[in-house]
Structure formats: structure tokens, C-alpha cells
DNA sequence: TCCAATCCTGAACACAGTGTTCGGTTGCGG
DNA sequence: CCGCAACCGAACACTGTGTTCAGGATTGGA
């Protein structure tokens, strides 16, 4: 199987590393396709034999990271499915534990194709709880609403170097998308 | 002086109806310079003349639009100075008006830089109302959730082909964005 | 230990798009 | 009618892309 060759396994983290670091240091489209070659030591031909672009290099860094939030999501939603301000909250205290992906993937720098997939990502997420709280509305556009303020904050919040704490975000963000006597950490 | 010119005029024009075209047909980046200039039936070194690249021609595409909407809110906003939503209802009134600009620079198949444009306008239009509405939050945080939120709004508006009215989804921003007996409207 | 499969290399290549230059032409405004 | 400014368009150098292929290196399994 492909996975289990240590080649195949080397080259592409040393791809995804190469490709966080410079994205860090110079932004995503001032990158090459060479850049990232030499920085990860890396044959052009390789490349090619792994990803069919640039932007599929940056699409599988960033599944990486989906992944794994999925993971959490999955290990600690269930117990709180119907709180929609519970996965936001989950998403800004991965985001502060894997500061460096997130800053180059979801920050000002990182690629626009990115913002598009964590939206899609984050919409999704939210589109079960919201359900239940605003049956008034429709929900595609309630969820349209939140994906995008809740990624809006999350880049405001990548953007300034992760002040404060996720808890302290994620107050803001439910005073914000979900005001009202409802939740249990409803002042700052 | 050289805006008189005729020929300045007309170049400007055709490029940037040429632009808007192709985005509709294409996508922002599906096209060539020369697509444009093609379109556009103008010489390569008059384009370069004008613009920087392709990028400054969006821009300047844009910079009339924001001119056009500025010019709206000014005059009729400063009557309502104080309602938050106010900023929000305008523009989608004129989104409404302009479908065909607003669908080649805001939609899916425009371009990433017009995005960021708009949602710095929208922030900054968002800024002084919000800041008496929740004194108790940073109001940069503020003013980043409801831009993100209002620009998210209205690309889920333009790419479903702008349905119902501008009164409609007027409302249905104020009910998610300032929710409470507040508003004059706060029921569909 | 060996070996066949698989991966990596690196240079060469064709190609597409960019932005600039410049001599010559056209159209504008005064 | 004239002088100036805008336009033209072809040519050019340049950057970056994605592919190809023959030869060398590593791997996992027998």
C-alpha cells in the first residue's frame, strides 16, 4: 500500500511543512511551486507524482487539519448536540492549540480556496443545532449567517496573534450570534 | 485634462464592461488579460497604459461601485444615524439595483481581492452604529462579526439569484444580527 | 541477504501568460 | 488646422507551469 512506504510518507510532510513555512514567511500566492521544492528538498517531478497543483498541496494540509477537528467534534459534541454556539466554541480551542497551521492556512495570508472549504466546513457544522433554534427562518440562510461570522472572528482572532483565551472568544461569539438568557457563560 | 478625453472614456468603459462580462461567462480567474482586452477589442499597451494588471482593473470596477453606494448611504443613511442595520439594508437595496456588477464582483465567480474590499467598506460602514449598541464588547470584534455576518448574507443572496426583495432579507438580517423588540421590522 | 517493485531525481522541453518597449497611426480639443 | 495625447500591435524577455524519461536509490517482503 502506498501509505506505508516511508518515501512516500517523508516526502509529503516534508511538502506540507515547507509549504506552512513559507505561506508563514511570505503569504500563498507569493509562492512558487519551485519554492516550495527547494525549501522541502524536493524533485519537481515528485511533486507532480503527488499533487496535481500547488492548491491541491494547500487542500490536503488543510484536510489534515479538518480531520482532526472533525475528530474532536465527533469525540466531544454528541453530549451537547443541540447547543448551536458548541461547535464554534470547539473550532476556536483547536484553533489555539494548532496556532502556527492555523495561521497559515485560515489566516490573512493563507489561500483564499481555504476560507472557502472552512466555511463550507463550518456551515455544515452548524447546520443541525440552528435548526432547532430559529424554525422561523430558513435555514440555509441562518446558517449562511453564522459560517460566516463565526469564520469572520476566527480570522479577526488568527489575524491578531490569538489574544486572550478561546474561552474568552467564545463568549463574545455566543453573546454575538446567540444572545439572551440561554447559555451558561453568557457575560464576559 | 485627461478625464475629458473621449477616448479615455471610452477605453476605461469597454474594459470594464468587457471585465464584467467575462467574469459572468467565466470567472474572475478563468481570464487572461487578453481575454479582456479581446472582449474589450483594445490594444495590449493601452490596457498597460491604464491599469497595472488585471487586478487594478477589478479594483477600479469596484472603486465605482463602492463610489456609487457611498454616494447612497450619504444621502440617505445620516437621517437614521443610529440604526445598525440601517448600513446593511442599503446595501442590499443596491446590490438589488445593480445585479449585474454585483454578481460579476461580489458573487462566486469573482475575485477574492473584491471580498476584501468589501468587507473592510462594510466594517467601516458598521462601525460608528455598533459602537453604541454594545458598549460592553470591543467594538473592533464587534464590528468584525457583523461585517463578516452582513457580506456572508448578501453571497448567499447574489449566488441564489437574489430572491424575494431587498426588504426581505433586510429582515431577516435583523432578526439574526439584532434580535429583541428593538426594530420597527423584526418579523418576516 | 537479495530482489523486484516502487519511489525519487534532475534536466530538458513545450507552453501559456505577463508586462514592457517603441515606431507609427489616429483622434481629440483648442 | 495643428499639436499633443492616446491608441495600436508586434516583438521581446521573462517567469512559472506541468510533463516526460532514463537512471539511480530505497523499501518491504521473501
Same mark, same amino acid.
Given at each position: 500500500m502506498a501509505d506505508q512506504d516511508r518515501r512516500v #510518507?517523508? =516526502?509529503?510532510? @516534508?511538502?506540507?511543512?515547507?509549504?506552512? %513555512? +513559507?505561506?508563514?514567511?511570505?503569504?500563498? !500566492?507569493?509562492?512558487?511551486?519551485?519554492?516550495?521544492?527547494?525549501?522541502?528538498?524536493?524533485? #519537481?517531478? =515528485?511533486?507532480? @507524482?503527488?499533487?496535481?497543483?500547488?492548491? %491541491? +498541496?494547500?487542500?490536503?494540509?488543510?484536510? !489534515?487539519?479538518?480531520?482532526?477537528?472533525?475528530?474532536?467534534?465527533?469525540?466531544?459534541?454528541?453530549?451537547?448536540p443541540l447547543d448551536p454556539a458548541r461547535p464554534a466554541e470547539l473550532l476556536f480551542e483547536h484553533a489555539h492549540r494548532n496556532q502556527r497551521v492555523y495561521r497559515a492556512l485560515c489566516g490573512r495570508r493563507g489561500g483564499e480556496v481555504v476560507l472557502r472549504h472552512l466555511h463550507g466546513m463550518t456551515r455544515e457544522l452548524l447546520l443541525g443545532p440552528l435548526r432547532t433554534r430559529r424554525p422561523d427562518l430558513p435555514v440555509e440562510v441562518v446558517a449562511e449567517f453564522h459560517a460566516s461570522a463565526t469564520v469572520g472572528l476566527l480570522r479577526w482572532w488568527i489575524d491578531q496573534d490569538f489574544p486572550h483565551d478561546p474561552a474568552w472568544l467564545a463568549a463574545i461569539h455566543r453573546a454575538l450570534a446567540f444572545p439572551g438568557p440561554a447559555g451558561p457563560s453568557d457575560r464576559l
Open positions: #510518507r517523508r =516526502t509529503r510532510r @516534508a511538502l506540507h511543512e515547507a509549504l506552512i %513555512a +513559507l505561506v508563514l514567511e511570505r503569504g500563498y !500566492d507569493r509562492l512558487t511551486v519551485q519554492d516550495v521544492l527547494d525549501r522541502a528538498d524536493v524533485g #519537481r517531478s =515528485t511533486f507532480y @507524482a503527488h499533487y496535481r497543483d500547488k492548491e %491541491a +498541496l494547500l487542500t490536503a494540509v488543510f484536510d !489534515d487539519m479538518r480531520a482532526q477537528l472533525q475528530g474532536e467534534v465527533d469525540a466531544r459534541a454528541p453530549d451537547d
